[in-house]
């Protein structure tokens, strides 16, 4: 069993989510994850960006101490890079997001309020496109090229957008009884 829990449908503890807040960025990449998940007969989820994940701590902990890192954070921009894929089920394909300063100073300041989430790996800022667990050629020969399409079509819509707000998700246990 693979101790890197992207790996498997089911997820631990609780996450904070940096959504679009954008009207055009929220739907199209909304569209594009819906979309693709009704071809693939895979999950639908809102579009986001992970801060930090799998807070083991109670919900009521978990958002008072958010609550308090929501004080520390201004606005910021995330901004497209490339479209990559992952041997992973929850990055399975995911647009890789720049490593800006601000991007990676509000992981960093994340970090602090949740010292549990201070080992993790360097931050790798993504906005997961396509849960589930698909081969790499059907991914590099059919996937990929279909979700490029799409980003190039909604390009002024998926090429960035501003987050303002974190969201608090339970991600126990299975994505479909998130």
């Not at 909304?30 to 693709?36: F, G, P, Q």
């Not at 807070?55 to 901004?79: C, G, N, Q, S």
């Not at 992981?107 to 201070?118: C, G, I, V, Y």
């Amino acid at each position: 069993m693979s101790d890197d829990p992207y790996k498997s449908s089911s997820f631990i503890g609780h996450s904070l989510w940096m959504c679009p807040r954008d009207g055009a960025s929220k739907d199209a990449y909304s569209y594009i994850i819906a979309n693709t998940a009704s071809i693939l007969n895979s999950f639908v989820y809102p579009p986001h960006v992970t801060l930090v994940a799998a807070m083991m701590t109670d919900a009521d902990d978990v958002v008072r101490r958010t609550k308090e890192l929501a004080k520390e954070l201004a606005p910021y921009d995330f901004e497209f890079d490339t479209l990559e894929m992952r041997d992973a089920y929850f990055q399975s394909i995911y647009a890789r997001l720049k490593q800006t300063p601000q991007v990676m100073q509000a992981n960093a300041t994340a970090r602090k309020f949740f010292l549990e989430r201070q080992s993790d790996p360097e931050y790798m800022p993504h906005l997961s496109l396509v849960y589930g667990d698909f081969g790499a050629d059907e991914k590099e020969t059919k996937l990929i090229p279909a979700l490029q399409k799409k980003l190039l079509t909604n390009k002024k819509a998926t090429s960035s957008f501003r987050v303002d707000a974190i969201e608090v998700w339970s991600t126990q246990g299975d994505v479909k009884d998130w």
